[in-house]
């Protein structure tokens, strides 16, 4: 899973998202995957702190099984930096 971004990341805390684009997703064993969000989910660092956000969640129904399972993986931009975290 992953996808492309267009960010801002300085050093003062105005850190931003501009653009997210590009979703890819795979999942091996899966029937059929739905994509369930994909968007700049928090555009710029807020002011308590929280980073700027863009998020792609997927719901993917594995064969055989009844219950469905949410994968995601989230942009992070805050502190002049940027990672990524993501559903285990």
């Keep these: 899973m992953g996808f492309r971004a267009d960010y ?3 050093d003062n805390g105005t850190d931003s998202i501009t ?3 590009a979703p890819e997703y795979f999942i091996g064993g899966a029937s059929s995957v739905d ?3 994909f968007a700049v989910t928090r555009p710029e660092v807020n002011a308590s702190g929280a980073p700027a956000t863009a998020r792609l969640s997927v719901k993917a129904f594995p064969m055989g099984a009844p219950i469905p399972f949410t994968f995601w993986v ?3 931009v805050g502190y002049g930096g ?3 975290t993501y559903s285990e």
């Design 19 to 21: 653009s997210a684009y």
């Design 74 to 76: 989230q942009l992070n």
């Design 8 to 10: 801002i990341a300085r």
């Design 82 to 84: 940027a990672h990524m």
């Design 35 to 37: 994509q369930t969000e």
